[in-house]
T-cell receptor
Framework: EPEVTQTPSHQVTQMGQEVILRCVPI?????FYWYRQILGQKVEFLVS????????KSEIFDDQFSVERPDGSNFTLKIRSTKLEDSAMYFC??????????FGPGTRLTVL | DAKTTQPTSMDCAEGRAANLPCNHS???????VYWYRQIHSQGPQYIIH???NNETNEMASLIITEDRKSSTLILPHATLRDTAVYYC??????????????FGKGTKLSVKP
């Protein structure tokens, strides 16, 4: 069964550094998402992406965040200047239609 | 905030049916009921969804009350691998917008030998 993949599985960075989290959505999917989960807390929506543009974003997704689909297969989340509070699991998801979303295994981001 | 209410935790014996309830009394007519689960530290996994009819797939059954104010997810023969946090989410699917899933705290299901 096709899966969403994410790299790296764990990223450690210094505060103020830029990080790029990578995702390969399921190949025939049209909608792409990023969610995050701070340790012990709820899964939170960050952004959705369709037709090469952001279609919806949450308050969390401020100017420090950006997303890109640089080619036909990858979907990336960039955090320009990481803060301690950005430490979390970041989950990429994709869906063919609006309905079922398929999540990747996540990238654990640790900001020191 | 999540529009659903779920028990914080439940236990189930291995091999028995697990029945997970969810209240969504303010659900609107075009909102679906979705169930996802999250096994420890993994990404959420889609289980099933429905609008008003009962649904069944290879993973589970979803029973939605006639007034749509509550639903029950049924795992017919729970295994130890079904131990996870189960999220009931109401989600509108409308043309041209993807919407986002609003996760609550879910129900932590512990399947015991």
């Amino acid at each position: 069964e096709p899966e969403v993949t994410q790299t790296p599985s764990h990223q450690v960075t210094q505060m103020g550094q830029e990080v790029i989290l990578r995702c390969v959505p399921i190949s025939n999917h049209l909608y792409f998402y990023w969610y995050r989960q701070i340790l012990g807390q709820k899964v939170e929506f960050l952004v959705s992406f369709y037709n090469n543009e952001i279609s919806e974003k949450s308050e969390i997704f401020d100017d420090q965040f950006s997303v890109e689909r640089p080619d036909g297969s990858n979907f990336t989340l960039k955090i320009r200047s990481t803060k301690l509070e950005d430490s979390a699991m970041y989950f990429c998801a994709s869906s063919r239609l609006v309905l079922n979303k398929y999540f990747g295994p996540g990238t654990r981001l640790t900001v020191l | 905030d999540a529009k659903t209410t779920q028990p914080t935790s439940m236990d189930c014996a291995e091999g028995r049916a697990a029945n997970l309830p969810c209240n969504h009394s303010t659900i609107s007519g075009n909102e679906y009921v979705y169930w996802y689960r999250q096994i420890h530290s993994q990404g959420p996994q889609y289980i099933i969804h429905g609008l008003k009819n009962n649904e069944t797939n290879e993973m589970a059954s979803l029973i939605i009350t006639e007034d749509r104010k509550s639903s029950t997810l049924i795992l017919p023969h729970a295994t130890l691998r079904d131990t996870a946090v189960y999220y009931c989410i109401v989600h509108m699917n409308y043309g041209g917008s993807q919407g986002n899933l609003i996760f609550g705290k879910g129900t932590k299901l512990s399947v015991k030998p």
